[in-house]
């Protein structure tokens, strides 16, 4: 089981919560890692998404492109005239995918941002046929980032798993109290979780949930044959 994690834009706390993931998924003892395919302005996080990956991996595996300059990845390759071969990226996924059970993909920036001429984000998450989760900057605005994205997701024949609001802030107000309710009435997609500030741990068997969309009755199966978690 496996998926695709976008964003409602840079910034809305991707990382942060696939590393959550990831963590909560290791303590189930099952072998997994994150797949950062393209990094702009640092590899800070692709070393956190390494971080909480099983051993054995190694950063160029989780990220095998790494652009330095902190913009678009269809902008930094023009820059540093470098390009981005797509199917190596794939290649890269499904290496990782047969010695993983499961592998976390997280983009870069927003769903639609370009990659490479004719590519964006979007498409490379089609090309990997994965459910796909979105994380989502709970806050005023919220509800339109979040709808346009879930449908561009669904206009590329892509299931939308679930939505995760990332609480940036530990102050509330009414929007970051009410989208949930709204977002789910709105797009009948669950809300996942809510990740409140500074959270630094998750329940695994919610995540094997939104890993197992399609599971049905698998997933009690998945469950039980899950090891105790371990301490943390």
Do not use: Y
């Not at 998926?3 to 959550?20: D, P, R, S």
């Not at 590899?43 to 998404?49: F, S, T, V």
């Not at 990782?96 to 870069?108: I, K, S, Y």
């Not at 927003?110 to 490479?116: C, H, I, K």
Request: with cysteine; net charge negative; charged share 20%.
């Amino acid at each position: 089981m496996h998926a695709f994690i976008t964003g409602t834009g840079t910034g809305v706390g991707k990382t942060h919560v696939t590393t959550l993931m990831l963590r909560a998924l290791r303590d189930t003892g099952r072998t997994v890692c994150g797949f950062k395919p393209i990094s702009c302005g640092g590899r800070e996080d692709a070393q956190a998404i390494l971080e909480a990956s099983s051993p054995g991996f190694s950063l160029d595996e989780i990220n095998p492109v790494a652009l330095k300059t902190p913009a678009a990845p269809h902008v930094a390759c023009q820059f540093e005239g470098r390009s981005i071969d797509r199917n190596s990226l794939i290649e890269g996924f499904h290496s990782l995918a047969g010695r993983a059970d499961h592998v976390l993909v997280e983009g870069a920036g927003g769903w639609a941002v370009p990659v490479s001429p004719g590519l964006t984000m979007a498409d490379l998450a089609a090309d990997l046929k994965l459910p796909v989760i979105v994380v989502v900057d709970n806050r005023l605005g919220a509800l339109n980032h979040t709808i346009l994205t879930v449908e561009a997701i669904q206009g590329k024949g892509l299931q939308c798993a679930g939505l995760i609001l990332n609480h940036l802030a530990d102050e509330r107000d009414m929007a970051s109290i009410t989208n949930r309710q709204t977002l789910e009435e709105w797009l009948g997609i669950p809300v996942l979780e809510d990740v409140l500030h500074a959270e630094d741990h998750l329940d695994p068997q919610w995540v094997l949930e939104a890993l197992a969309p399609a599971a049905g009755k698998n997933l009690q199966s998945a469950l039980a044959a899950s090891p105790p978690c371990g301490n943390r």
